[in-house]
């Protein structure tokens, strides 16, 4: 009987869970589901004859140890930051171990041992990065088959609210950490459009967006993600002249969301002074010029747009320029936004999710231009096994059996960008559903 | 015969070391002038029968040590984060300090041992942080003590480049550290007015600038510091309804410099790829969005300046549309930006600075509205002894030799704020042509 190890059972577990209990009864593996909370595993496994639900406190680095020793392979849902330590004990006890998040510089650094030991170390093996790794090389590399060369690579993810359960103006409702989603974009973003190198400033950031269409879905914008460049060196298209990923959001959402920018909202650095006496039209008010007059006349003609339009119809729909009490105190504006839009971009009993992809290639071949978009859209069953759970857990699942029954032998630290890991991966995820729609012309 | 030691020999020591060689002619002082460059300190002594100059690597903490051990009051002119460990040794051998660098916390940490072994850890005793509080405080006591209640304080000063030596469009030239001048204002600036809370991201600092007279200098422009807020405290004025600082410009540098901080250039936290292949105008293109047409009208169209007006003037001045290589690698944008302003803005031979700087206050006094205006110009006498040189080195010296003599006989951390400090520092700056004039109303 194989046996495996899943260190954390949140949110992004649900998906997880349900898909290695019922692989368990046909392959005949132990699924341990360890979590702080007990109550939380019991909830995810619900007595399944194949599961084994523990109490673990991953500070108790003997208990850790000693789960890791009597397993085959070991999942880490657990922040990123506590994966290179899960990942060195593994080495030592020559265990495989799977995780979603991106290859720290320490968890490169294991890849020879992790090779010594006859193990592989599977990171970014979930949505994005993840199912946007094993698409996009499934046809970059049939693209090279046929003899093409890749012009331009455009690449495009957002989790969304489904237009279903969407009742607000802006279209949007947190599927995922409220906080990432408020400080999104800070930095620079860089990328390359026919050979020329592009760097945005963060407030300019959410002015210069993609309008992108996904058959049967409508349109949507896209804002440039902060680190484009990279990926030309993990596909090995380092000579693209256009490498280019970006967000999803519904429209109207960044022109939007730039006035929080342009105030300068979303700051992170410093505490509001007084806050805790503030209410919400005075903390939108200390980002103004000081002048008497309407809030939302002043507010539009500093950052630009009409007075009474579309975009102050969202800012006033959100209450910012409401005389409720903030009552939060020694925080930042992001945090004080964030406090606000929890409440208002808040999933309903009922609501589901959705995830949008796409990939857009320009290639040539034979002297004729070519395209392909790859499109997927995903929605959530239900508040448990949302659209972010499923495709986040799902390729988890499946490369971890993959790894288990042999059929992946990879040795080191890896990501789902080779053949051999893609090839079944995507095989899979179309029969569950997660299927990409190829569009050729 | 009292001894002074002064580490550091550099650019701003000039008028310092002129000054105490000239006071130790009358109180008999023997000034040693340590500095990793021998030459260097022999340049700026002169063979004066007073000096001692010594060449001291700071880094041989032993050699060092004995430097402090014989001397009777240590000025240290070394980078500002060497000052604690410098500081240190004077607290272990009973030695004052002299510095014009901020009280950091590991100084102000030295405070009760300083009192403890009878010394004074002067420091912030140069122009600004220095002068400002001095003539800053010397206002505040008077309206208090007159009964008032200061309802306003604006701070503003500036280092530019004298009108008579200013012959290019932005009315500016180096006359301090150029990186500082191209990362300035980076992060969010905060101060408070009437009694509200601003706070004001990066990219909206420079279109908020306000406009200052200075009577027989004409006018200037100000963009707020970082940190208006914690002056209050430092000043003793908690309540205050307006607290805000600033740097002075000339009309329209702000307008201007608002275009490279639109466009992203001061951005110092990546290399730009490929920099020692591109031209200038590829350079500024690279943070436009892609299309054909004129460069220059597409920037004005993208950060909303008139195509042919001054601004673009002064941008067309620099030659950021030039077809001249760059010839720099591994480098950022505002490190690119500096090696072209460091060319362009360049102080000739002959060319002299200026140092500006004007308090504002306003005040109530029986139940009348009052304000105080003090103002100070401080022009350079050569390329020696610079404004900046002048206005950071005079204080120094003048606050050594105070505590030297027994006039100053405070103990612990100071910097400037004190009557017992201001009043004979301000009295023979102004007799060294350091003075501020008062206008009240």
Known sequence: MKKVLILGAGRSASSLIQYLLKAAELYNYEITVADSSVELVQLKTQGHKCSR?????????????????????????????????????????????????????????????????????????????????????????????????????????????????????????????????????????????????????????????????????????????????????????????????????????????????????????????????MNWKEFTDSFLPQSSGDIKKRLAAYVGIPADGKIMGMLEWLGIFNEIPIKLKGVSPAQILQALLEEKWKLKDGDIDMIVMQHQFEYEINNKKKSIHSSLVVKGDDAIHTAMAKTVGLPIGILTKLILNGQINLKGVCIPIVKEIYTPLLKELESLGIKFIEKES
């Open 53 to 277: 639900p523990i109490a673990l406190d991953i500070a108790d680095t003997k208990r850790t140890r000693e789960e890791i020793e009597r397993t085959d392979i070991v999942i880490s849902m657990l922040p990123a930051f506590l994966h290179p330590q899960i990942a060195k004990v593994c080495v030592e006890l020559k265990k495989s171990m799977v995780t979603a998040s991106y290859v720290s510089p320490e968890m490169k650094e294991l890849d020879a041992e992790a090779r010594k030991a006859g193990i592989i170390l599977m990171n970014e093996a979930g949505l994005d990065p993840g199912i946007d790794h094993a698409s996009a090389m499934k046809v970059i590399d049939h693209v090279h088959a046929e003899g093409g060369k890749l012009l331009s690579f455009k690449s495009y993810c957002g989790g969304l609210v489904a237009p279903e359960s969407n009742d607000n103006p802006w279209g949007y409702k947190f599927t995922w950490a409220p906080r990432n989603v408020i400080l999104a974009g800070q930095g620079t973003a860089k990328y390359i459009e026919n050979g020329k190198y592009a760097y945005l400033p963060y407030h300019k950031l959410f002015t210069r967006t993609e309008k992108i269409n996904v058959e049967g879905h409508g349109d949507f914008e896209a804002y440039a993600n902060r680190d484009s460049l990279s990926y030309r060196s993990i596909y090995s298209i380092e000579n693209i002249p256009t490498m280019i990923r970006g967000t999803l959001r519904m429209p109207y959402y960044c022109e939007a969301w730039n006035v929080f920018v342009q105030l300068g909202m979303t700051d992170d650095t410093y505490h509001v002074e007084g806050s805790e006496k």
